[in-house]
């Protein structure tokens, strides 16, 4: 650990509520890696909506609403003890961020010493004894918001490229969500797919991805941003308050892929064919929604939740990473101390991709 400081610069959150929750510190001990952990100082961490929702407390069974409408003074309604993303108690202080790429520094007993110095990025899901159930980077452990982060050293994947690590911070939380909804519904070359939210994070990579596959694509999104969806992939680009059935009829996606949920979703279920399959990883526009189950089984559709990657997905990504099967997009840089800016910035919903943060800038 001779090449690593005592202290560091990071953020922690101290409890639920509004921007104030957030402390920016110069003094952070720095951790330390233990049994079959690797230690990353961190180039670059990305914001997302679950940093967010977890500082308002959004995942409380008692939030109703859009995540937007307590996304800067949190929610009175929420209550604590249920409202980590696993349904746990919150432990804080707590170091956020689930997106890191950096370089390993340290390593813990058991991880082969010749680790040291390679370029990584974490898979911020970390599995668990059984299928579903994981540990997330940055809510129930530290995360990226700071100079140095732990991480599992399996979890922490090499990879090579020319990318910069504020381009590589833009992949890892949003990229493996979408994959892993494209890989639970099985998207096939050739199928139809709907995507919501297709100018967010997770929306703008699964338009990538969904390319990537071949598929045939409708996007979601905003007006003003309709011709940078476009240029991500897709053939069509509606406004988010389109009616569906109208355009496209009863019958007309094999798969869709969701991060809105809230009004919007009963459409959703009507334009997939018989058969159809529905993902969702995201509720943005609200947890609740209508559902008809008459609509659900009689057109035998199957509907996917999607938290906790496949297996398969992380190294996939990567993969796609080296070859330039997919490209990273930025919106804008903030340096770490300025995170406070950076949320509000992504709270307005004006931007395509990822809001990045830099630490030690």
Not at 306 to 314: A, D, G, Q, R, S
């Amino acid at each position: 650990m001779a090449e690593t400081p005592a202290t560091m610069e990071a953020v922690l959150l101290t409890g639920s509520g509004g921007f104030e929750c957030l402390s920016h510190r110069m003094d952070v001990p720095v951790p330390q890696p233990g049994p079959g952990e690797v230690l990353i100082r961190v180039g670059a961490c990305g914001v997302n909506n679950t940093d967010i929702n977890t500082r308002t407390a959004w995942y409380s069974k008692a939030v109703t609403v859009a995540t937007e409408a307590g996304g800067g003074d949190g929610f009175a309604e929420a209550k604590t003890e249920d409202s980590g993303w696993t349904g746990a108690v919150p432990q804080f202080p707590r170091i956020q961020g689930a997106d890191a790429a950096g370089r390993i520094v340290a390593v813990g007993e058991g991880v082969d010493p010749a680790r040291v110095g390679q370029r990584v990025l974490v898979e911020p899901v970390f599995r668990g004894a059984t299928r579903f159930a994981a540990t997330y980077f940055g809510s129930e452990v530290d995360g990226a918001f700071g100079q140095f982060a732990r991480v599992p050293a399996p979890h922490a994947h090499a990879l090579e490229t020319a990318l910069t690590d504020v381009e590589l911070a833009s992949f890892p939380c949003a990229y493996s969500a979408a994959e892993n909804m494209l890989t639970r519904t099985g998207l096939a070359p050739g199928e139809r797919v709907l995507i919501t939210g297709a100018s967010g994070g997770v929306g703008s990579a699964a338009v990538q991805l969904a390319k990537r596959r071949g598929a045939e694509i409708t996007a979601l999104a905003g007006a003003d941003k309709a011709d940078g969806v476009r240029a991500l992939g897709a053939a069509c680009v509606e406004p988010r308050d389109a009616d569906l059935v109208a355009l496209f009829g009863q019958e007309h996606f094999d798969v869709v892929i969701d991060v809105a949920g809230g009004a919007g979703f009963p459409a959703l279920l009507q334009v997939l064919k018989r058969g159809g399959r529905y993902g969702v990883a995201g509720a943005i526009s609200g947890p609740i929604a209508e559902l008809d189950l008459r609509t659900l089984y009689l057109k035998d559709l199957t509907l996917y939740g999607c938290t906790i990657l496949e297996p398969e997905v992380f190294p996939n990504l990567v993969g796609y990473i080296e070859r330039g099967e997919i490209r990273p997009v930025v919106a804008a840089t903030y340096p770490l101390s300025q995170i406070v800016e950076a949320q509000r910035a992504f709270l307005t919903k004006k931007h395509i991709g990822k809001i990045v943060l830099i630490p030690g800038e």
